[in-house]
């Protein structure tokens, strides 16, 4: 018996592993990756990407997290990098791509510190305090904006569309937008708080991008149930059903026996009566369109025609909220309780043919806390495309007011983080000092990249930024248009504060949990273990 030492096998065979620093080496190159592919999308001047699917649909657009989720990426470091995008949208609804690219560029920048050995639990904590000096710089730069300053919030919502598919009409846009906005908000505790779903976008094919409309009241994707009920009702008074309009079924299994045609007769005009008296419960109310989340017995739409009652059935839950939002009418479970004083009221309720399809519009709600935005254009591309344009403006808006501050654009916050960080580095011991510096250097990426995308010299152009910055104008950022430094607020290119503050969170906090990673165990591809049972010495003979 020879003193061999057995190998110990505690992983199944199949499972690959990668340790140290190659597992740091590839994990960073994979988020790199991931951020290259969406840098050239950032700014007004960036460009689009075409995306085909497996089934050929074709995405055409410059949203980061769409991009993103479109590219179905496998690897597991890329993944948490697109998480960050989705986070980001979910939270503010714009900045993924700068929040992605400013994540890549932390790992890029700490790759070199790695190389010189620091730890990376020490770039981890320079990281950190670098993220928290970073938002405390943030908030100071911030100015204040509420509901009242109108023009602002329009600067803002067109700076998000800019570079988008809606860019030519955001003018247009920008004001229904931030009058939808305006039209929902409420305050509370001495906050503005916009719900995304008070603010209903629809789009259709059809048309072109001027003729999307601001409607203050809601578009419903149903036609009236009945050929002979009248097309638009003006001055409506709008009775919303959550029951149906028909004899219900028993709950059981149960059988009636007819033993004469009489009997059935009987039967019959009694379900008509029982229908009759429904409909005449709603007529009394004095409604004269009927919005129900169930269905209607054809027998049951006859009689609302003869009354020239208009309505429409199988309304989703949702719609009928947001109807109560708008017409200030209350939905109802019992035909008991329709009463004049729960009918929602409208100055016009109407069928209009949208593209190849029949809608119901409630137009001229008086104070609507829900309206709906109805996007047109040419294909159904483009629609796709600027409503990403037209949910990133809300967002943001949203995001302004939660917060309540608002930065100027064009790389300038970046810059003024990025100096301030320098400082701040300086007054740091230990190696600390040297991720803190690798940080600022990474929020120089976002006007490098805007400088890069507008064919200018991204070497020169940072360098005037620089100076500009040094001499105390914090708004100094690139005018992709011009190709020059100039004041950012003056040129009413603005941002909600929370994109910044999101996009550096996000960033910073996935950069530390990939670099704190030094082992990647990828299970095997079979699926069952193989081999002797985890744990055990392998014996040569068994499998391995």
Same mark, same amino acid.
């Given at each position: 018996m020879s003193n061999q030492i057995q190998p110990i096998f505690i992983l199944p065979e199949g499972t690959q592993r990668t340790q140290g620093r190659n597992a740091q080496r590839l994990n960073i190159e994979a988020a790199k990756l991931v951020a290259d592919q969406v840098r050239s999308t950032l700014g007004p001047k960036g460009m689009d990407k075409m995306i085909v699917d497996s089934l050929g649909d074709v995405t055409i657009t410059?949203?980061?997290?769409?991009?993103?989720?479109?590219?179905?990426?496998?690897?597991?470091?890329?993944?948490?990098?697109?998480?960050?995008?989705?986070?980001?949208?979910?939270?503010?609804?714009?900045?993924?791509?700068?929040?992605v690219i400013l994540a890549g560029e932390l790992l890029k920048n700490a790759e070199g510190l790695l190389e010189q050995n620091i730890h990376p639990t020490v770039i981890a904590r320079g990281y950190r305090l670098a993220a928290q000096k970073a938002i405390e710089l943030l908030n100071a730069i911030g100015e204040e904006v509420s509901l009242k300053n109108k023009d602002l919030l329009k600067n803002i919502a067109t700076t998000a569309m800019t570079g988008k598919g809606a860019e030519a009409q955001r003018e247009s846009l920008a004001d229904k937008i931030v009058q939808a906005v305006i039209e929902t908000a409420e305050e509370y505790e001495g906050k503005t708080l916009v719900n995304l779903e008070n603010i209903k976008i629809e789009k259709k094919a059809g048309g072109s991008i001027e003729d999307t409309e601001l409607i203050k009241g809601i578009v419903l994707d149903k036609e009236r149930v009945h050929g002979a009920m009248p097309k638009r009702i003006e001055n409506a008074k709008i009775a919303l059903l959550d029951?149906?309009?028909?004899?219900?079924?028993?709950?059981?299994?149960? @059988?009636?026996?007819?033993?004469? =045609?009489?009997?059935?007769?009987?039967?019959?005009?009694q379900e008509e009566r029982m229908l009759r008296k429904m409909v005449d419960k709603i007529i009394q109310s004095g409604a004269n369109v009927v919005l129900c989340q169930k269905g209607i017995d054809d027998m049951a739409q006859h009689f609302l025609a003869k009354q020239g009652i208009y309505a429409c059935r199988r309304v989703k839950k949702s719609d009928m909220d947001s109807l109560a939002l708008a017409t200030g009418g209350s939905v109802t479970s019992?035909?008991?309780?329709?009463?004049?004083?729960?009918?929602?009221?409208?100055?016009?309720?109407?069928?209009?043919? #949208?593209?190849?399809?029949?809608?119901?519009?409630?137009?001229?709600?008086?104070?609507?806390?829900?309206?709906?935005?109805?996007?047109?254009?040419?294909?159904?591309?483009?629609?796709?495309?600027?409503?990403?344009?037209?949910?990133?403006? #809300?967002?943001?808006?949203?995001?302004?007011?939660?917060?309540?501050?608002? #930065?100027?654009?064009?790389?300038? =916050?970046?810059?003024?983080?990025?100096?301030?960080?320098? @400082?701040?580095?300086?007054?740091?011991?230990?190696?600390?000092?040297?991720?803190?510096?690798?940080?600022?250097?990474?929020?120089?990426?976002?006007?490098?990249?805007?400088?890069?995308?507008?064919?200018?010299?991204?070497?020169?152009?940072?360098?005037e930024l620089k100076s500009s910055h040094d001499k105390g104008q914090t708004w100094a950022g690139i005018d992709v248009f011009s190709g020059k430094v100039k004041d950012m607020w003056k040129e009413k290119v603005l941002e909600p504060l929370k994109v910044k503050t999101q996009a550096v969170k996000a960033a910073s906090e996935v950069a530390v949990m990939i670099l704190r990673i030094d082992d990647v165990i990828a299970g095997s591809s079979k699926g069952m273990p193989q081999g002797p049972p985890p744990g055990m010495g392998g014996m040569p003979d068994m499998g391995m």
């Amino acid at each position: 018996m020879s003193n061999q030492i057995q190998p110990i096998f505690i992983l199944p065979e199949g499972t690959q592993r990668t340790q140290g620093r190659n597992a740091q080496r590839l994990n960073i190159e994979a988020a790199k990756l991931v951020a290259d592919q969406v840098r050239s999308t950032l700014g007004p001047k960036g460009m689009d990407k075409m995306i085909v699917d497996s089934l050929g649909d074709v995405t055409i657009t410059n949203d980061g997290v769409t991009i993103l989720e479109e590219m179905n990426i496998e690897h597991p470091a890329a993944k948490m990098i697109v998480e960050i995008a989705k986070t980001q949208e979910s939270e503010v609804g714009d900045g993924t791509t700068t929040a992605v690219i400013l994540a890549g560029e932390l790992l890029k920048n700490a790759e070199g510190l790695l190389e010189q050995n620091i730890h990376p639990t020490v770039i981890a904590r320079g990281y950190r305090l670098a993220a928290q000096k970073a938002i405390e710089l943030l908030n100071a730069i911030g100015e204040e904006v509420s509901l009242k300053n109108k023009d602002l919030l329009k600067n803002i919502a067109t700076t998000a569309m800019t570079g988008k598919g809606a860019e030519a009409q955001r003018e247009s846009l920008a004001d229904k937008i931030v009058q939808a906005v305006i039209e929902t908000a409420e305050e509370y505790e001495g906050k503005t708080l916009v719900n995304l779903e008070n603010i209903k976008i629809e789009k259709k094919a059809g048309g072109s991008i001027e003729d999307t409309e601001l409607i203050k009241g809601i578009v419903l994707d149903k036609e009236r149930v009945h050929g002979a009920m009248p097309k638009r009702i003006e001055n409506a008074k709008i009775a919303l059903l959550d029951t149906a309009i028909e004899i219900k079924d028993t709950e059981t299994d149960a @059988k009636i026996s007819i033993t004469d =045609p009489s009997q059935m007769q009987a039967f019959l005009d009694q379900e008509e009566r029982m229908l009759r008296k429904m409909v005449d419960k709603i007529i009394q109310s004095g409604a004269n369109v009927v919005l129900c989340q169930k269905g209607i017995d054809d027998m049951a739409q006859h009689f609302l025609a003869k009354q020239g009652i208009y309505a429409c059935r199988r309304v989703k839950k949702s719609d009928m909220d947001s109807l109560a939002l708008a017409t200030g009418g209350s939905v109802t479970s019992t035909l008991e309780d329709l009463t004049p004083q729960i009918l929602g009221k409208a100055a016009l309720v109407e069928e209009q043919k #949208v593209g190849d399809e029949q809608m119901t519009f409630v137009r001229g709600c008086k104070n609507p806390k829900a309206v709906t935005i109805l996007i047109h254009g040419g294909t159904s591309h483009i629609v796709d495309e600027v409503k990403r344009a037209v949910d990133d403006a #809300v967002g943001d808006l949203r995001a302004t007011l939660s917060v309540g501050k608002v #930065v100027a654009g064009g790389g300038s =916050p970046e810059m003024e983080v990025s100096k301030g960080l320098k @400082k701040y580095a300086n007054s740091l011991e230990g190696k600390e000092q040297l991720a803190v510096q690798a940080f600022a250097h990474a929020m120089e990426v976002v006007p490098r990249t805007l400088a890069e995308s507008a064919g200018l010299d991204p070497i020169d152009t940072l360098a005037e930024l620089k100076s500009s910055h040094d001499k105390g104008q914090t708004w100094a950022g690139i005018d992709v248009f011009s190709g020059k430094v100039k004041d950012m607020w003056k040129e009413k290119v603005l941002e909600p504060l929370k994109v910044k503050t999101q996009a550096v969170k996000a960033a910073s906090e996935v950069a530390v949990m990939i670099l704190r990673i030094d082992d990647v165990i990828a299970g095997s591809s079979k699926g069952m273990p193989q081999g002797p049972p985890p744990g055990m010495g392998g014996m040569p003979d068994m499998g391995m």
